[in-house]
């Protein structure tokens, strides 16, 4: 029973170093496409961020802004336009898009 119970510690042992292996090697073959998702997705929550925090910070100026007005801000840097109408019309879109 002793010796049952030494084969399946060393069995165990064994098939644990084997898929620590085989889970290294997948990482390791697909490294870049991993970092390259991890990456974007950090991008992408940095992006959402700063979306929000600058929504935040118009709402906090002018609790009466309107959402197209807020958008046309957001998207507008320049301050060429009147309205989200003639930005959206410029741009080939529709207000709806945005």
Known sequence: MI???IYMDN???TLGIIGVGVI??????N???IKIKLMNEYS????RLI???F???LLDKNPDITLDEAILKFEDVNNEFNSLE???KKRHRSVEIY
């Open 44 to 47: 992408n929550m940095k992006a």
């Open 55 to 57: 929504f935040e910070s």
């Open 24 to 29: 290294s090697g997948i990482i390791y073959a």
């Open 11 to 13: 069995v165990l042992t």
């Open 86 to 88: 003639d930005y959206s």
């Open 51 to 53: 979306t929000i925090e």
């Open 31 to 33: 490294y870049d496409t």
């Open 3 to 5: 010796y049952i119970y």
